[in-house]
């Protein structure tokens, strides 16, 4: 499926949530309470350089630009990328432009935290994961942390889809749906030190479905 066309149709939307790509599951607690997950599990500090990959209209960028060092942030929708200029302008911290976690070709340096939000669901195959997982683990220094949030899981795909409604049945069931045990060993082969699995905040809707992973280089 070919899901930029959604993203730039959310980049127009007038309420900043549909344009984080969560306008139907989230109000701005679910939104804050998605930050605070965040945050728990990076730790940042004023210390960091932070990469948000996905990064959509900026708002994550601009909400998290105040407690690290830098903020360096991409979407593979030019519309999106667009609000994120617009949004950020003036925030002397924060950095975006257009790519794709595929390609990641116009990173420069290496940043100690890295967010992936809702992303590895857009994939087309594990193969795609696996060349994700290994472009991140290039631009991490060692003990670098990365947290990649909201992953379909396999294993509650069939009730998730039960639930679903006939308008979004063909969307859900669509999403790249994820065994962490699959993912788990991709990133060890990859390289990575540590891949352990986080509950999603059980106040948040994707906390019944989804599943956070965060990664140690």
């Known amino acids: ?3 930029k066309p959604l993203w730039q149709q959310k980049a127009a939307a007038p309420d900043f949530l549909t344009q984080t790509g969560r306008g139907n599951s989230f109000n701005l607690d679910k939104f804050l309470l998605y930050l ?3 945050n728990a599990a990076l730790q940042l500090d004023k210390s960091d350089t932070l990469l948000d990959i996905g990064g959509a209209s900026g708002w994550v960028t601009l909400f998290l630009s105040p407690f690290v060092n830098s903020v360096t942030m991409f979407d593979y929708s030019d519309k999106m990328i667009e609000k994120a200029e617009q949004l950020t ?8 432009f257009q790519d794709n976690i595929l390609s990641m070709k116009y ?29 991140i683990y290039n631009v991490m220094p060692y003990y670098g942390k990365c947290l990649l949030t909201h992953n379909p899981d396999i294993s509650k795909k069939k009730s998730h889809l039960a639930t679903a409604s006939p308008e979004t049945l063909e969307m859900e069931n669509a999403r790249l749906w ?14 990575f030190k540590s891949c352990r699995k986080l509950a999603i ?7 019944s479905h989804m599943f956070d992973f965060v990664l140690t280089k």
Request: hydrophobic share 40%.
């Open 178 to 191: 994820l065994d962490f045990d699959d993912v788990h060993d991709i990133a060890m082969s990859t390289g």
């Open 107 to 135: 990173l420069q340096g290496t940043y100690s935290k890295v967010l992936v939000g809702s992303v590895l669901q857009y994939l087309n195959n594990m193969d795609e994961v696996e060349q994700a997982l290994r472009k």
């Open 89 to 96: 302008y003036g925030c002397t911290n924060t950095s975006v």
């Open 201 to 207: 905040n059980p106040l948040i809707w994707q906390s």
């Open 36 to 38: 605070q997950d965040v």
């Open 1 to 3: 499926m070919d899901w």
